[in-house]
């Protein structure tokens, strides 16, 4: 293990007075102000994210689109559309969640989590004898700025000519300035777009960007974001022990594809879950922290995998991993909060209902 | 009232000594670190605690500290506007006390630190 990371827009983080935290191994802004006042601005307006952390892996060669549908639960297509996918385990526990990009048939991009590139990447390798395909690791060479809220388009329309028109549509090309992709998908809710560059063209986008008057966010609030908006995080939602069904899902999970790791495992059985992945919401104002314990009746049925206050809904909201009996909408649960049992309903884990799609 | 009307415990409460009553508050350091707060969770009224009991906590975005008590007592009254606006505190954390309580033991206010003696421990 080396030292901690930096992205190429570092510097300016730090000529920002940044708060810097180590997140996946790279030293990230958590806020520039407050979390609260950037969560707004990206609900109300629009805000600039580096998250340059992310991994790209590209799979390259003749099975390359083979390859992504022996190893991903969904079944890629190729096709002008990103697609979320799941990378599992054999025992269909999730390794890591990820965004395809499937250029072709013999070249597709995954973009990761941080922390778990080094992880997927040797995943990878371990499934690949029958496939001509080579995995690469392309984290170190590309950067990511996430440009995201209502007034996203708007202001990437006066930098750039073509902005892919709908949302998941992507557009990738490459000049004398290198490899351009952007793709109109984010993690907050929001009508947004992600853009993949080299270092030079990030920066300097990111600066006519803030010259521009957007806002940049921290990962603080691209938290409470993704959270309010019902998607799962890596880490809190997911792990190798929680199988797609169990996390809700389902939706990344194609039963029908002939075969993919993970698929014939004993435990993954979608009609016959212990466990499910739930929204809920406090009764009364308190915040139910990751890993606090959810109980019924005096008895614990399971833990808290995120909580917060959240800026938008002002409530105290969370999604938490319980015994599958309790998972119903509308049941009562409890928060063991310090010493006191707070009591919540469980609900659907999209906590604010806006139609962002284009 | 600021900084230099208080008494310290180094775990970032400070108290403003009245008779046998005292009303406690977080210094400016912890509202600082803490970042924006956004939720503070209250005792009761007549609530009873020692000295060094987990009291209250204080919630930002992201993390939850508790907050000790600096003396053995009882709680008389709370702050109320910290339940609808608990960033009073990041604003003027001097003059946003968080409980009052009646002391029950004169002794621990010996080793309660000045100023000077807290701000060295920061």
Known sequence: MGSIKRTTLYDKHVALNAHLIDFGGFHMPLYYTTITDEHHQVRNDVGMFDVSHMGQIVLQGKDAHKFANYVLSANIQVTDKIQYALLLNDDGGIIDDLMVYPFSENQILLVVNASNIEKDVNHLNLYKKDYQVDVRNLSDAFNCLAIQGPRSFEILSTIFDTLPKHSSDYIFSTDERGPLLISRSGYTGEDGFEIYAHAQFTQTLWDKLYQAGVTPIGLGARDTLRFEAGMPLYGQEMDETINPFEAGLSFAVDLNKHDFIGKTSSQFNKDNLLRKSVGFELLEKNIARTGYEVYKDGVKIGYVTTGYLTPTTKKGLGFALIDVKYAKLETKIAIKIRNKFVQALVRNKRFIQKNNKV | ?122
């Open chain 2, 1 to 122: 009232m600021n900084k230099n009307d208080m008494l310290y415990v180094d775990t970032h409460e400070w108290v403003h000594i009245e008779g046998n009553k005292a009303k406690v508050g977080i210094s400016s350091y912890a509202a600082m670190t803490l970042g924006d707060i956004v939720f503070f969770d209250l005792p009761k009224v007549g609530d009873t605690f020692k000295k060094g009991d987990v009291f209250a906590a204080v919630e930002s975005v992201k993390s939850a500290s508790d907050l000790y008590m600096p003396l053995s007592g009882k709680i008389i009254a709370v702050n109320e506007q910290l339940v609808d606006t608990p960033e009073l505190v990041n604003e003027d954390p001097f003059n946003n006390f968080i409980v009052e309580i009646e002391f029950t033991n004169e002794d621990e206010t010996k080793g309660l630190l000045s100023v000077d003696a807290y701000e060295a421990t920061l």
